[in-house]
């Protein structure tokens, strides 16, 4: 089975939207309203129930110039609990960039076979 979602843009990265204080780090606001939003928009399409098994992740990214690891990770924990149960259960991870005017994110998630 595949689906697939497209989330709100800009994606901010998760790295990069950070707050320092008393030596603790804390995601920024407009990082926390960003994957709130992204969240609605996830169970919006998804329908479902999340998938139990190991998934693939492919993110097509048009017209967004975040690094392919930072898109990833704010992608991935927005969907955690949504598309599948845990990231523990990603076995494979693709992030790919495409020159565009406008600006998309472009979420596939496949379940994959049981393995040993």
């Known amino acids: 089975m595949k ?29 926390k309203r960003w994957e709130q939003d992204a969240r609605w928009e996830a169970r919006l399409q998804w329908q479902g129930m999340p998938l139990g098994g190991y998934v693939a992740i492919h993110i097509d990214a048009y017209g967004l110039r975040n690094d392919a690891d930072n898109l990833a990770a704010s992608v991935l924990d927005a969907l955690e609990g949504i598309c599948y149960n845990n990231d523990r259960q990603i076995e494979a991870l693709t992030v790919e960039r495409h020159k565009s005017r406008e600006k998309r994110c472009v979420v596939t998630v496949s379940d994959l076979p049981e393995h040993d």
Not at 6 to 15: E, Q
């Open 3 to 31: 689906r697939t979602i497209i989330l709100p843009t800009p994606v901010p990265s998760k790295k990069n939207s950070r707050i320092i204080a008393k030596g603790k780090s804390f995601p920024s606001a407009a990082y």
